[in-house]
């Protein structure tokens, strides 16, 4: 099945960095926090990050749940496009939205929480 050999592609980072990775991004999620993860002597804040920026997730996505992702679109500082997919994790990215099996939604307006943002999509 196509969208399965994906899963094949495994991460190949060294072991330090993996975990690394894992406690802070993960675990106790400190990107989102101005400074909460230095690298190279540079504390990060992803507020400063002004460049126009666009998020996609999909409602079904067991992997990066779409709520979660929402919210970390609202840590960016500049402009922020978010669209919801249909379906999951890769079904929900490479399939059309035609043939009435899948679809997607959008809103301009990027509100507090995401239960208003899907609302208003």
């Known amino acids: 099945?196509?969208?399965?050999?994906?899963?094949?592609d495994s991460t190949r980072m060294p072991a330090a960095m993996h975990g690394f990775y894992l406690r802070n991004m993960y675990l106790a999620n400190k990107l989102r926090e101005a400074g909460g993860i230095t690298l190279g002597g540079v504390p990060l804040d992803l507020s400063k990050v002004k460049v126009p920026s666009y998020f996609i997730s999909t409602v079904e996505d067991h992997i990066a749940p779409w709520k979660s992702t929402y919210k970390g679109a609202k840590v960016l500082g500049g402009k922020v496009r978010f669209v919801l997919g249909g379906s999951g994790h890769i079904a929900g990215i490479v399939n059309p939205p035609g043939a009435g099996k899948y679809g997607y939604w959008t809103n301009d307006a990027l509100p507090a929480e995401p239960e208003a943002w899907q609302q208003g999509a």
Do not use: H
Request: aromatic residues 38%; proline residues 0%; hydrophobic residues 50%.
């Open 1 to 8: 099945f196509d969208l399965l050999y994906w899963n094949s």
